[in-house]
């Protein structure tokens, strides 16, 4: 098992969930789960993930909507298709698409 601390993906990489119809541009990484106990035990015993891995917010679209997703790290693989995200809040968080890399480049934030 790899250590807990290190991400497999990076903030502006596109990915798409490894079991159901949806990826999305990754906003922001969890080193650990970091969410309710009420949002995990909703995911069904058997295809419930590890808490002990990366988990990743992320801006995610499918066919009929976008929305945000909280994803482990084992269900995400690389979307190689090219595509940017149609997400209306790629742009809150990201200043542009890199086609060659097919990622975003994070917009640099102030900090108070």
Known sequence: MRDAGTAKFSIGQIVRHRLFPFRGVIFDVDPVFNNTEEWWNAIPEDIRPRKDQPF????????????????????LLVDDSGAP???PQVR???EGYDTRR??????NRRRH
């Open 85 to 87: 995200v149609r997400h």
């Open 92 to 94: 809150d968080y990201f």
């Open 56 to 75: 990743y917010h992320l801006l995610a679209e499918n066919e009929d909507t976008e929305y945000v997703a909280y994803v482990s790290e084992q269900n």
């Open 102 to 107: 097919k990622t975003y480049r994070p917009r």
